[in-house]
């Protein structure tokens, strides 16, 4: 079993950056499917980054060439790497870990960490 915890959101101006980290107690870490989903005010949670315990990440679209998954084993964490920070990316962020190939969320959800963007 692995326990999660979110950490790095904050307030930010559109265009600006973020690092989120995904801090994992627990010996199997470097086993796990980890992703990143968020969830914003009267929304449903989705999914933003995804990477396997193999290394292989997948991006939602809104994601793809602004956001960047990456985990460090030694250190039992995965980040978030968010630049180019838009409006619309104001939600909490959660990690949780997931099944290959069909991506059920596997684990608990934790509290998750506030990103806000203004415009």
């Known amino acids: 079993q692995v326990h999660l915890v979110e950490s790095g959101g904050g307030l930010v101006q559109a265009g600006g950056s973020l690092r989120l980290s995904c801090a994992a107690s627990g010996t199997t870490f470097s086993r796990k499917n980890i992703g990143w989903y968020r969830q914003a005010p009267g929304k449903q949670r989705e999914v933003v980054a995804r990477i396997s315990s193999g290394g292989s990440t997948n991006y939602a679209d809104s994601a793809k060439g602004r956001f960047t998954i990456s985990r460090d084993n030694v250190k039992s964490t995965v980040y978030l790497q968010m630049n180019s920070l838009k409006p619309e990316d104001t939600a909490v962020y959660f990690c949780?870990?997931?099944?290959?190939?069909?991506?059920?969320?596997?684990?608990?959800w934790g509290l998750g960490t506030q990103v806000t963007v203004s415009s």
């Open positions: 949780n870990t997931y099944t290959d190939p069909n991506g059920f969320i596997t684990g608990s």
